[in-house]
Nanobody, 115 residues
Framework: QVQLVESGGGLVQPGGSLRLSCAAS????????MGWYRQAPGKQRELVAAITSGGSTNYADSVKGRFTISRDNAKNTVALQMNSLKPEDTAVYYCNGRTKLANSWGQGTQVTVSS
C-alpha cells in the first residue's frame, strides 16, 4: 500500500495557473498508471489526466492544451500543471495510483477558480 498526499490547491482567478503535486509514501515505480481526478459538487468524479510508467499521457477533452501531467519516479511524485484555468475547473482534485493489485487515492485538494 502506498499513501498519496496532494498539495497545491487554492483560489485562483480565471486565466490563472496552479500546480498540484502528489507525494507518495513509497515508490511509484510499481504504479503502471497514475492520474488526477476531480469532483465538483453534485457531479461525478471524472478523470482529468493520466500518465503511464512509460510516460504516455491522456487528458480529458475539457483540459487538453491547458493541463500537463508529469511524474518524477526518483522523487516519488506526480504533478498536474494547470494553466488558463476556468471557473468550470473548480473541484476537489484527487491523486490516484494503480498497481496490478491495488488502487490508491489521496485525500484531495480544493481548487477554486473565481474572480
Amino acid at each position: 500500500q502506498v499513501q498519496l498526499v496532494e498539495s497545491g490547491g487554492g483560489l485562483v482567478q480565471p486565466g490563472g495557473s496552479l500546480r498540484l503535486s502528489c507525494a507518495a509514501s513509497g515508490s511509484i515505480f510499481s504504479m503502471y498508471v497514475m492520474g488526477w481526478y476531480r469532483q465538483a459538487p453534485g457531479k461525478q468524479r471524472e478523470l482529468v489526466a493520466a500518465i503511464t510508467s512509460g510516460g504516455s499521457t491522456n487528458y480529458a477533452d475539457s483540459v487538453k492544451g491547458r493541463f500537463t501531467i508529469s511524474r518524477d519516479n526518483a522523487k516519488n511524485t506526480v504533478a498536474l500543471q494547470m494553466n488558463s484555468l476556468k471557473p468550470e475547473d473548480t473541484a476537489v482534485y484527487y491523486c490516484n495510483g494503480r498497481t496490478k493489485l491495488a488502487n490508491s487515492w489521496g485525500q484531495g485538494t480544493q481548487v477554486t477558480v473565481s474572480s
